[in-house]
DNA sequence: TCCTTTAGTGACCAACGGTCATTGTATGAC
DNA sequence: GTCATACAATGACCGTTGGTCACTAAAGGA
């Protein structure tokens, strides 16, 4: 790679870097472009010959966290039963996003459509090509759980969207900093994520919905 | 009340609803205080003379809509078992979103504790006596069908950030105007709700968490 | 009738995201 | 070594937007 284009890349990273401790300290919303380049100690025009736009910025550092998740996730050890596996992934996601809030702020806000329609074809299909790589690795660990008989042989279709939207919702809570105002009865966030791991198992491991609802009759 | 507050009152109503028309048409980002003002037929000074801000109308819109859903399943008669009423509520509170997404995009935008904080004590306070609310309806509606014995008696306050969770991640996806871009599977709206109301009934019915983790083991 | 109060107004401001003509320097051909 | 070229860096500049405020006019009340 010829020097200067080593420079450059050098120079995309410490702007990433910077804007997300930056983003950090004073929230990604109130941070400008004129604070970023003045903080990596390059004029504004510059920034601009890296991203097309500050949205550009929040979609390359959503994008980057979400691949780092999923590396990890891969990486684990398969350990104990299917379900037990599952577990671990559900609970490593948790500590994952818990330790970096502001990435999860910023996948939250990428993925609105209406930021989407804004960026570049490149990101959007790196983004959906993302999300597919998630839903693969929920079909297997799935059906692993099913096939070692802890989970009922029931479409993994609709499991999908049922630990799908429970995970948005956990991303929004910790993207809010915790549980709303302290309220009578309100868990610390760890005790949050047991109840919401094992509402997740039990959506799991419960009965075909349409047996379910006969037996609701 | 003076003919003057009157006419304020009407005011302010008329600036809600050319602003929720606005948000329709042109999505509540692009729309600007002087669109607002100049479609109202006022002029840019009044707007403020009634919220203090862009986000104080946002959080207005959010918190009525909120409120008339709430209000609208309070006043469903209760029909079936106690699990089936469970399924009613979720049922049209999904189609009461899917009827007013907007209106849904607001309540998640002014969830995020960012804007809340700019907010003034009195909104935050109206919003958190709502939370406070759904949860009451929660603990009644589950409270009623564990008595009934369709659901195991277990703490109820697990099972409402399990609930919370997949209730948010539905609001999410609502917003975002559909599932993603079509994919091989991807199901229609209603399909995606069926899915997760029965994931719900599942996490609910599920048995008791500790019991749980222990036959998985 | 007159004074007070207050909603309405729109010119104005500051902040911000984004642009572009210009400048300086590394690169590569000869 | 020399020179032409390409392109990253720069920062003055622009348009838009949320928000302000001194002023106007009309309703309310004594």
């Known amino acids: 790679m010829r020097y200067q284009d080593e420079l450059f890349q050098q120079r995309e990273t410490l ?12 929230g990604w919303e109130r941070v400008t472009i004129a604070q970023l380049a003045q903080h990596a100690g390059v004029a504004k025009g510059t920034v601009y010959k890296h991203f097309s736009s500050k949205e550009s910025i929040y979609a390359r550092l959503a994008l980057g966290f979400s691949r780092d998740c999923l590396t990890h996730y891969r990486a684990l050890e398969p350990a104990g039963t299917p379900l037990q596996s599952i577990r671990r992934v559900l609970h490593e996601a948790f500590a994952l996003m818990q330790a970096h809030p502001v990435d999860v702020q910023l996948c939250l806000h990428c993925d609105r459509p209406e930021l989407q329609a804004r960026l570049g074809e490149d990101e959007r299909a790196a983004m ?11 079909h297997e660990l799935v059906r692993a759980a099913i096939e070692a008989g802890e989970v009922p042989d029931k479409p993994i279709e609709g499991l999908f969207w049922g630990v799908d939207a429970i995970f948005q919702g956990v991303m929004e809570r910790i993207a809010a900093g915790g549980l709303g105002p302290e309220r009578h009865g309100t868990p610390s966030l760890e005790a949050y994520f047991e109840h919401v791991v094992e509402f997740i198992v039990a959506g799991l491991t419960g009965p075909d919905p349409v047996q379910g609802r006969e037996i609701a009759q």
């Not at 702007?15 to 004073?26: E, I, M």
């Open 15 to 26: 702007l990433l870097d910077t804007a997300l401790s930056l983003f950090r300290d004073s």
């Open 128 to 138: 959906e090509a993302l999300d597919r790589d998630y839903q693969v690795l929920f």
